[in-house]
Structure formats: C-alpha cells, structure tokens
C-alpha cells in the first residue's frame, strides 16, 4: 500500500528565500512520485514527477524534487521564492499501473512580500 | 496534456437534494476517476469509473450516494445524493495517462445549505 506524509501544512518565506516543501512516502513498490500545485479555484497542475532514472527531477516554475530511497523522502524545492508560487502543494504517488494516486494533505505556500 | 472539463464549476444546493456533476475528456481513456476535496483537506479517491462496467468504490463511499455513469469512453457523471452540508466539498475528476501522469478537471465547488 502507498501513502504520503507531507510535514507542515503551512509554510511561509519571504520573496526571494528557498522554498522547501517536505513529503516523505511509504510504498511496497517502487513509487513514482509527483508534486501537484492548486491555486486558488483552479484544478491540480502537474509540477514534476519521478519515475525512473535521475533522482533530481526539474519541473515548471524553477521548481524541483529530489528522490532519495535512503530517506524515503521526495522533498520539493525551489532556490528563490516568487510572489506568484502562492498556492497549495500536495505531493503524490502512484503505484506503477498508475491506477490509483494517493495524495498527501497539502502544503499551503505563503510568500510574503 | 488532457483537457478534462467538468461543469458546474459551483453551485449551491438545498440540503436533501442531488446535484449531478459532468466531466468531460477530450480523447478516449479507460479509466475516470472521481476525487473528493473537503475544506482544508487532501484528495480523496470516490471511485474508479470504467466504461461498461459498475464502479469501483473505495472504502467510505457507497453507490447509493454517489451513483456514477460512464455511458462512453469520454465522458463521466457523478451524482451527489440526498445532500447534507457534510457534502461541501470540491469534487474532482481525473484520467491518468501513460501510467505516470493524472490530470484533473477544474473542479466542482459544492456549498450544501
């Protein structure tokens, strides 16, 4: 069975500081992993995901995810925050018939000006 | 990418009720799937819809009150029945494709009163 856990439910940084979204999964599988991103009153837009290969995966945005086995962690990162990456962040995976994600709570991106 | 439209984008219902939510895809897929997001919440998988078969429920949700149709290959409903403000939620619909990407309709934005 897959499941996430995404630590801190809010997190706020300043305009130009390093954005870091924790998410650490359980799977009895190799995962494939992915991070979502909801603004406000709008779908879930694919970020960037891991499924095979480099475990540094680079997405939209400047955004981008490191996979580490050891730590079963795929924390999401981005060097400089922007004012528009305010939004809600939910980490996900997926078993590898990709049938079924399992999503974690979310994070909620302040960026304070 | 998938476009995936779902209408309505909202509404607001009596409680007792039911409200039917239409998605739409552009291109054929298997599988649909419908998602819920209470306030403040992750996703939670409703039920996996195949075409031509009766739908697969996940623990927590029955047929009887989210009665789901997928007549073709593209399109999908779902109904939320006999409302009570507990139902305010969003509701998602969602296709994976190439066993490593979902992607999500807008959403449905449901206030029971």
């Known amino acids: 069975a897959q499941s996430v856990t995404q630590l801190g439910s809010h997190v706020s940084v300043s305009e130009g500081a390093l954005v870091l979204l924790r998410c650490n999964y359980s799977?009895?599988?190799?995962?494939?992993l992915f991070w979502y991103v909801q603004y406000p009153n709008q779908g879930l837009q694919l970020l960037l995901k891991?499924?095979?290969?480099?475990?540094l995966v680079k997405g939209i945005n400047g955004f981008e995810a490191e996979f580490k086995k050891s730590e079963t962690s795929f924390h999401l990162t981005k060097p400089s925050a922007h004012m528009s990456d305010a939004a809600e962040y939910f980490c996900?995976?997926?078993?590898?018939?990709?049938?079924?994600?399992?999503f974690g709570t979310g994070t909620s991106l302040t960026v304070i000006p | 990418s998938a476009v995936i439209s779902q209408k309505p984008s909202r509404d607001i219902c009596q409680r007792g009720t039911s409200l039917t939510i239409q998605c739409q895809v552009d291109?054929?897929?298997?599988?649909m799937f419908w998602y819920r997001q209470q306030p403040g919440q992750s996703l939670t998988l409703i039920a996996t819809?195949?075409?031509?078969?009766?739908?697969?429920?996940e623990s927590g949700f029955v047929i009887d009150k989210f009665p789901i149709s997928r007549p073709n290959l593209t399109f999908s409903t779902l109904t939320v029945s006999n409302m009570s403000p507990e139902d305010s939620s969003i509701y998602l619909c969602?296709?994976?494709?190439?066993?490593?990407?979902?992607?999500f309709g807008q959403g449905t934005r449901l206030t029971v009163v």
């Open positions: 799977s009895s599988v190799p995962p494939y």
């Open positions: 969602s296709i994976t494709r190439g066993y490593t990407e979902a992607f």
């Open positions: 291109s054929q897929v298997t599988m």
């Open positions: 996900a995976v997926s078993d590898q018939a990709g049938n079924q994600f399992y």
């Open positions: 819809a195949n075409q031509g078969s009766e739908a697969t429920y």
């Open positions: 891991y499924t095979t290969g480099a475990t």
